[in-house]
C-alpha cells in the first residue's frame, strides 16, 4: 500500500487539498472582509511581488489540475487495457458519449468527486479517536457487524450493506463532531426580513451548524454521544443532520460522502480493534476542547492509536484480494 513517504504523486495530492482547504478558511481570506485589501493584488503583479497569495493560490490551482492529469492519464490507460476497477470516471470514459467531453469537463468530474475529501478525513480522525478510548462502542459495533453477517461477505459489498447500528454511529458522529462547524458561505438573492431585521442582497451568510446539531429542540441531550438516539424508532431518528447544510443549497454529495463514511467505519471496525497507543493518556474527545487550531475544518490535536488485527490471516487475504470474502 502506498504511503506519502514512498509514493511522490500521494504527497503531491495531500499538499495540494491541504493548501486548498485552508484558502477555504472562512477567517483566512482577508480580502473577502477588507475591500481596501483587494487594491494591493494588482499592485503586487505590477511590482511583480511573487510571493503574493494570490500567486500562490494560482500555483495550487495548477498543481492541482496537473496532478488530474496524470491520475486522468493513468485510468485511461488500464481501461484500454482491461485492468481498471470500478469507479465515477471509469463509468463517463466508457460511456460512448465521452468522446465529447473536454479535458477540463472530465476533470471537473473527478473535482467534483473530490469536494469533501478534507472534511472526510477529519471526520474519520474524529472518529478513530473516539473509537479508541471509547471501547464500549467499538464492541456494540463490532457485534452488530457480526450479527449482519457482512464478515462473510466479499468486501467489494460492504458499502451496500444496511447495519442499523453503523449506519447510526455514522450519523452520530457527523452531528456530535461536525466538522463544517460553519457551513459553505452562502449569499443572499434578494432583500431578506429576519425578525424585523432586514437582510439586504449579496450579503454573506453562514449556517451555524454546530448550534443546530447542539439544538435541545432537535435533539435529546445533544451534548451526550449517543449513536442510539439515531437508531430506528428512536425519538430522534428523523432529525435533520446539519453536518452538510440544509435546504436547497446543501452539500449534493452528501450522501457520497455518507455512504464513504459508513463504509470506511465499517471496514475499520471489522478488521481492526483500535486501542490507544501504549502509554498514552487519554486525550481531549470534546470536540471543542480537543480542537486543533482554529481552521475552517475542525480537526482534532495530535494523537496516537494502534491498530490490532483482529484476524491477521483475513486481513492478510484482504490486502491481498480486496474483492474476497474474510
Known amino acids: 500500500m502506498s504511503s506519502p513517504d514512498d509514493d511522490p504523486l500521494l504527497a503531491e495530492i ?17 480580502t473577502d472582509y477588507t475591500p481596501l485589501l483587494r ?23 495548477h498543481r492541482r489540475l496537473e496532478y488530474n492529469d496524470i491520475l486522468l492519464s493513468r485510468l485511461k490507460d488500464k481501461i484500454a487495457q482491461g485492468q481498471d476497477k470500478p469507479c465515477i470516471q471509469g463509468a463517463v470514459l466508457r460511456d460512448p458519449e465521452s468522446a465529447t467531453l473536454t479535458r477540463e469537463e472530465l476533470i471537473s468530474v473527478s473535482l467534483s468527486m473530490m469536494a469533501g475529501a478534507d472534511s472526510n478525513q477529519s471526520t474519520l480522525a474524529w472518529a478513530i479517536l473516539l473509537l479508541a478510548y471509547r471501547p ?21 459489498t460492504y458499502a451496500s450493506t444496511k447495519i442499523n447500528y453503523i449506519e447510526a454511529l455514522t450519523k452520530e458522529i457527523s ?7 460553519l457551513a459553505l458561505p452562502k449569499a443572499t438573492y434578494a432583500d431578506v426580513t429576519w425578525r424585523s431585521a432586514t437582510i439586504p ?19 435529546k441531550e445533544p451534548e451526550v454521544f449517543a449513536p442510539e438516539r439515531l437508531l430506528p424508532d428512536a425519538p430522534d431518528q428523523y432529525a435533520h443532520q446539519f453536518d452538510f447544510g440544509m435546504g436547497g443549497r446543501m452539500c449534493v454529495a452528501s450522501h457520497l460522502a455518507h455512504g464513504a463514511l459508513y463504509t470506511a467505519f465499517l471496514h475499520l471496525i471489522a478488521r481492526f ?24 475544518v475542525a480537526t482534532p490535536k495530535g494523537f496516537q ?21 474474510l
Open 273 to 296: 480493534n483500535i486501542l490507544p497507543a501504549d502509554g498514552k493518556t487519554l486525550v481531549k474527545i470534546d470536540p471543542i476542547k480537543g480542537l486543533k487550531g482554529l481552521s475552517f
Open 305 to 325: 492509536a494502534k491498530f490490532v488485527p483482529r484476524d491477521g490471516a483475513g486481513l492478510g487475504r484482504f490486502l491481498r484480494s480486496p474483492d474476497e470474502s
Open 39 to 61: 487594491y494591493w493584488e494588482p499592485i503586487a503583479s505590477v511590482l511583480d511581488l511573487q510571493s503574493t497569495p494570490k500567486n500562490h493560490v494560482m500555483d495550487i490551482g
Open 201 to 219: 442582497v449579496n450579503t454573506l451568510v453562514f449556517l451555524n451548524s454546530w448550534s443546530c446539531n447542539r439544538d435541545p429542540d432537535l435533539f
Open 136 to 156: 464500549n462502542i467499538q464492541d456494540k459495533a463490532y457485534a452488530a457487524i457480526q450479527d449482519a453477517g457482512v464478515l462473510q461477505q466479499p468486501s467489494n
Open 175 to 181: 452531528r456530535y463532531f461536525v466538522v463544517l462547524k
Open 14 to 30: 495531500i499538499y495540494v487539498e491541504s493548501e486548498i482547504s485552508k484558502f477555504r478558511d472562512t477567517g483566512k481570506n482577508y
